[in-house]
């Protein structure tokens, strides 16, 4: 990962309060990243950010859509996400990670680099099974020239060893 400036926040600099940040997350911010399932995008994140004086409560609204390819049938699809999360800041004599929402950074920054924390709440939202998403009438969306060769090529691997199997009855 290369280091985005775009994304660091000069705490030391703002003021006791309410504060907002608004960023466009496009294919710029994906590009700096070797290990994610997307390259192409577009999210409008919004961080509200509340400071106090030994802490800071980040909000982040991401809202946009990701290019993903289908599990299914290899084919791309834009999948529609939105999503918050919340990450709160203390400070403290070192670095510690404390839970999945809260960490402490030493007293001495004067910058939180929010990329990386950019980058794991976009992972978040990715599904584990990326499909094309059903039409309005329940029906597959999917590339269905690559359905059938692959239907197709699943029933010439067919192993009749298996069949005697489904004979078998549970109680």
Not at 31 to 50: A, E, P, R, W
Not at 56 to 77: A, I, N, Q
């Amino acid at each position: 990962m290369k280091k985005n400036e775009e994304y660091i926040i000069p705490v030391k600099g703002l003021s006791l309060g309410s504060h907002q940040f608004a960023y466009k997350i496009d294919n710029s911010f994906f590009s700096k990243y070797d290990y994610f399932d997307t390259n192409k995008g577009l999210l409008n994140l919004t961080i509200d950010m509340v400071k106090e004086s030994n802490l800071m409560d980040l909000k982040f609204h991401f809202k946009g859509f990701l290019e993903l390819k289908c599990d299914r049938c290899l084919d791309k699809f834009n999948l529609n996400v939105e999503d918050d999360f919340r990450l709160i800041i203390n400070y403290g004599n070192e670095f510690a990670e404390i839970s999945d929402e809260i960490i402490t950074i030493p007293n001495n920054d004067s910058n939180i680099d929010l990329s990386q924390y950019i980058y794991e709440y976009i992972n978040l939202m990715l599904p584990y099974k990326k499909v094309h998403p059903d039409d309005e009438f329940g029906n597959s969306t999917c590339n269905q020239e690559m359905i059938d060769r692959i239907n197709i090529h699943s029933e010439q691997q067919k192993d009749s060893r298996w069949d005697a199997l489904k004979n078998i009855k549970l109680d």
